[in-house]
T-cell receptor
Framework: GNSVTQMEGPVTLSEEAFLTINCTYT??????LFWYVQYPGEGLQLLLK?????DKGSNKGFEATYRKETTSFHLEKGSVQVSDSAVYFC????????????FGQGTRLTINP | DSGVTQTPKHLITATGQRVTLRCSPR?????VYWYQQSLDQGLQFLIQ???????AKGNILERFSAQQFPDLHSELNLSSLELGDSALYFC?????????????FGEGSRLTVL
């Protein structure tokens, strides 16, 4: 079945550090790929998405590129801020059936000043 | 604000009891999804409705049931509650964009079973 694997957390960085959160997926066909963010005490918000191979999603300084050859969608940011502290979820939306979102396990990110 | 409304935000109840969680999707969205978020299981898909009809089932227990009403709001019913049902329950809705569209999530209902 379809699945998403994220790098395990928690991840702790200093402000202005470079961030990478790895995400790989297994799916039939060509799913859409998403990164969602969950700030403390809140629901999930879409951070960025890519709907086909080689697409790059970007938002708030975060980027991720849909790599079909490596089945990956790694999240990157060049200079993180304390306000980026949150839990990040990689997800795919399958093209068949219910088209539900399948999530990775989430990566908790803490940025220290 | 995602436009998805969930009530109640917090709920504390005892084992064996029954609760109902309510979700109002974004205006115009026909699909509603329910997810359970627990510490050890991550985000698990429970069930999806589309325009009043059940579309897909995930890891939903037989003690749990859901429905979507003609006005498109949805309810998730949890019965014979156990300690392990304590979790954050999210509702999400989506529009007609199909697989390329995002799901919009509510803020969740936190259920504590004592």
């Amino acid at each position: 079945g379809n699945s998403v694997t994220q790098m395990e957390g928690p991840v702790t960085l200093s402000e202005e550090a470079f961030l990478t959160i790895n995400c790989t997926y297994t799916a039939t066909g060509y799913p859409s790929l998403f990164w969602y963010v969950q700030y403390p005490g809140e629901g999930l918000q879409l951070l960025l998405k890519a709907t086909k191979a080689d697409d790059k999603g970007s938002n708030k300084g975060f980027e991720a590129t849909y790599r079909k050859e490596t089945t990956s969608f790694h999240l990157e940011k060049g200079s993180v801020q304390v306000s980026d502290s949150a839990v990040y979820f990689c997800a795919l939306r399958q093209i068949q059936g219910a088209q539900k979102l399948v999530f990775g396990q989430g990566t908790r990110l803490t940025i220290n000043p | 604000d995602s436009g998805v409304t969930q009530t109640p935000k917090h709920l504390i109840t005892a084992t064996g009891q029954r609760v109902t969680l309510r979700c109002s999707p974004r205006s115009g969205d026909l699909s509603v999804y329910w997810y359970q978020q627990s510490l050890d299981q991550g985000l698990q898909f429970l069930i999806q409705y589309y325009n009043g009809e059940e579309r897909a089932k995930g890891n939903i227990l037989e003690r749990f049931s859901a429905q979507q009403f003609p006005d498109l709001h949805s309810e998730l019913n949890l019965s014979s509650l156990e300690l392990g049902d304590s979790a954050l329950y999210f509702c999400a809705s989506s529009g007609p964009s199909g697989r390329t569209g995002e799901l919009f999530f509510g803020e969740g209902s936190r259920l504590t079973v004592l």
